[in-house]
């Protein structure tokens, strides 16, 4: 049995700002992370394509307030710098 992905320590070294800032991305990528593992099977961010932050982005939070997408759009581009990706994420 594997261990599960540790997002916090994913997202470690490209974290900044006060502790409730971190910990706000870190809430909202495990929420990513679980919509994209129940979607598509892609349990790690390593295995994610840009398809899949866009999908998260436009059909999963259509329904959040315009802040809340914003929020999640931030984190989104920090998932993805993370990553080493240039994706250019909107929506």
Known sequence: MSK?????LFLAGVLT???ATRQRHVRQAKIIQAEI????????????RR????W????????RSEATQY???L?????????EKSWILTF
């Open 4 to 8: 599960p992905f540790d997002m916090e």
């Open 51 to 54: 398809k899949h932050l866009a």
């Open 75 to 83: 984190t989104a581009r920090l998932l993805a710098h993370r990553l």
């Open 17 to 19: 700002g006060s502790h």
């Open 71 to 73: 929020y999640y759009l």
């Open 56 to 63: 998260f982005l436009e059909h999963r939070m259509s329904h």
């Open 37 to 48: 593992a129940e979607r598509w099977q892609r349990e790690t961010p390593w295995r994610w």
